[in-house]
């Protein structure tokens, strides 16, 4: 199971406002017992980088309340990973960067680094990252860099990985919409989120996608299910 909350942006949302994805996921996890079970956390987790307000990169954005977006960010995942290390023979956490949260998300999957040393982790801040399992490749990035040419890039990055794949998926997210193309073999996928319509989006005239963040459910060799939730 692919468990990625991507542009979740605590700070924007909160706890009590994801309880119903963290429900809903948790009784997934409970539905059986599971080989493996992949969160990947970043992917502007958090709205603002720093307290004044920017991203990692310096831009000034709306103003969040950064301590209780942690700790809403800590009481959503923490219940979800204890019970996914019930329910799984192997636990792994990527964090994946953001334009929004890099350094600041970075330390908080280092807490989580110390706090759950049974559990796998790669926490390096490489632009693009892949995941196998069995026959499955899983590329991760953010999408706001070079979105145009990962068909072309994770291959030449991961040669092997992407030799001994029969199912290829990248998954990106920075647009907060659902898209989906198959390119050569790949598919290049786009996350939703459930996260709500900040006020830069609503300004802009982002508005009206879906409200649900995505679940995948992998066998050896295939992608059995997409989960809304």
Request: net charge negative; glycine share 6%; aromatic share 14%.
């Amino acid at each position: 199971m692919e468990i990625p909350f991507f542009d979740s942006h605590f700070g924007v949302s909160d706890y009590d406002y994801y309880k119903e994805t963290q429900h809903k996921t948790m009784n997934l996890l409970l539905s059986r017992r599971w080989s493996e079970v992949l969160f990947i956390i970043g992917q502007d987790m958090l709205h603002n980088d720093n307290f004044k307000g920017q991203t990692v990169n310096g831009t000034q954005i709306e103003i969040i309340d950064l301590p209780k977006a942690w700790e809403d960010a800590f009481n959503f995942y923490q219940p979800m990973i204890e019970l996914s290390l019930e329910q799984s023979e192997n636990v792994k956490i990527i964090y994946s960067t953001g334009n929004h949260d890099l350094t600041i998300t970075w330390a908080f999957v280092q807490m989580l680094k110390k706090l759950y040393p049974q559990v796998i982790f790669d926490d390096s801040i490489d632009e693009r990252k892949i995941h196998t399992f069995g026959q499955n490749f899983i590329g991760i990035t953010h999408g706001d860099k070079a979105r145009k040419n990962l068909h072309n890039i994770f291959p030449v990055e991961f040669p092997v990985e992407w030799s001994k794949s029969k199912n290829r998926e990248v998954h990106i997210g920075h647009f907060h919409v659902e898209d989906a193309k198959d390119v050569f073999g790949m598919v290049i996928r786009t996350l939703a989120t459930r996260n709500k319509t900040d006020t830069w989006h609503k300004t802009n005239g982002f508005i009206g996608a879906h409200k649900r963040f995505m679940l995948f459910e992998y066998s050896e060799t295939e992608l059995e299910s997409i989960h809304y939730v």
